[in-house]
T-cell receptor
Framework: RKEVEQDPGPFNVPEGATVAFNCTYS??????FFWYRQDCRKEPKLLMS???SGNEDGRFTAQLNRASQYISLLIRDSKLSDSATYLC??????????FGSGTRLQVQP | NAGVTQTPKFRVLKTGQSMTLLCAQD?????MYWYRQDPGMGLRLIHY???????AKGEVPDGYNVPRLKKQNFLLGLESAAPSQTSVYFC????????????FGDGTRLSIL
């Protein structure tokens, strides 16, 4: 089993839709969680950290479920500019961050 | 601020050649990292450094050397390039440890023929 697993997608949604991605992690001792965004052929950029109580940044909401060992990202009112690959990133307890392979989102007009 | 800067952006090598990728950060970060990203796979950690003069192996360290002679610079050396090292290489830095978000450079596309 991979340490961090994501549905690769693609998720094709119309503008204005709400879309949610989940990411599961295998190490119950994981302490830090992030969502990154990566545009085609570009570097990953931090979208948001994920806190235990859940957190929101504008149209983006991140949740952590420790019992089921997953994190989620909800995007409301999708924009064309949200089209990208979303990377789930977890500190798995070893001295490293582990990156998921990413979920591709395509927002269509 | 430039953030994290990688040079070169693109390079084509022949098998057996050597080269060094340079990463520079101007954020006074202690930790620096080298990753590779291959199609269909997540970023994989090659080596990392927790401070000037120190380096440690990541998930896929073989075939690379990584001097950290100055706090702001982290080099990635390929002594004898192999086709399996064809990849996109990203450098990143973080203020302190692995529980901190990492800031990435814009990558180096390396092809080994």
């Amino acid at each position: 089993r991979k340490e961090v697993e994501q549905d690769p997608g693609p998720f094709n949604v119309p503008e204005g839709a709400t879309v949610a991605f989940n990411c599961t992690y295998s190490n119950s001792a994981s302490q830090s969680f992030f969502w990154y965004r990566q545009d085609c052929r570009k570097e990953p950029k931090l979208l948001m950290s994920v806190y235990s109580s859940g957190n929101e940044d504008g149209r983006f909401t991140a949740q952590l479920n420790r019992a089921s060992q997953y994190i989620s990202l909800l995007i409301r009112d999708s924009k064309l500019s949200d089209s990208a690959t979303y990377l789930c990133v977890v500190n798995t307890g070893r001295r490293a961050l582990t990156f998921g392979s990413g979920t591709r989102l395509q927002v269509q007009p | 601020n430039a953030g994290v800067t990688q040079t070169p952006k693109f390079r084509v090598l022949k098998t057996g050649q050597s080269m060094t990728l340079l990463c520079a950060q101007d954020m006074n970060h202690e930790y620096m990292y080298w990753y590779r990203q291959d199609p269909g796979m997540g970023l994989r950690l090659i080596h990392y450094s927790v401070g000037e003069g120190t380096t440690a192996k990541g998930e896929v360290p073989d075939g690379y050397n990584v001097p950290r002679l100055k706090k702001q610079n982290f080099l990635l050396g390929l002594e004898s390039a192999a086709p399996s090292q064809t990849s996109v290489y990203f450098c990143a830095s973080s203020r302190t440890g692995f529980n901190q978000p990492q800031h990435f450079g814009d990558g180096t596309r390396l092809s080994i023929l």
